[in-house]
């Protein structure tokens, strides 16, 4: 080894390990951020459900629904930037709406949609980042009293 060589092995080490450290942390970051998305999401359509459900008419129903959402959101730090759609229980969340009614035996699906930006990345580059969807399958009880709305 010769003397002007010294100190050289340092220094590759450093710039191979924020070469591979560097796109790796982010890496995480951005599945981390899709993922906190996904569960928000999916918790916000579960208790949007069990919300809508137990409430008194469909006006009130709806209206409990929304507040859910903002609260499982507000829960995993997210913005209430997300999408509430009522679609038929055998549809995908990308179908036609339909109007939710509270009344005994009904059956239908609450779907949250969010688009997550990914961390880092401008939008004209990401687009609308990626789409996480929760859906949770509502079946009114068969035997509960509702009020007319």
């Known amino acids: 080894m010769s003397r002007r060589d010294s100190g050289n092995a340092v220094i590759e080490f450093i710039f191979v390990a924020v070469m591979i450290l560097v796109p790796m942390v982010y890496f995480v970051t951005a599945v981390a951020s899709v993922q906190r998305s996904n569960l928000g999401v999916s918790q916000a359509a579960r208790e949007a459900g069990r919300a809508f459900a137990t ?11 929304r507040a859910a959402v903002r609260l499982a959101l507000a829960d995993q730090g997210l913005p209430d930037d997300a999408d509430l759609r009522f679609v038929p229980a055998d549809a995908d969340c ?6 939710p009614v509270l009344m005994p035996g009904a ?12 961390p880092g990345v401008p939008t004209l580059i990401a687009g609308h980042g990626i789409t996480t969807i929760g859906r949770y399958i509502v079946h009114v009880d ?5 009020k007319s709305s």
């Open 107 to 118: 059956v239908f699906a609450v779907c949250v949609v969010r688009h997550a930006l990914l």
């Open 55 to 65: 409430g008194e008419s469909t006006a009130d129903a709806v209206a409990r629904a």
């Open 142 to 146: 068969d035997f509960r009293t509702v």
């Open 94 to 99: 990308r179908s036609g709406q339909v109007a």
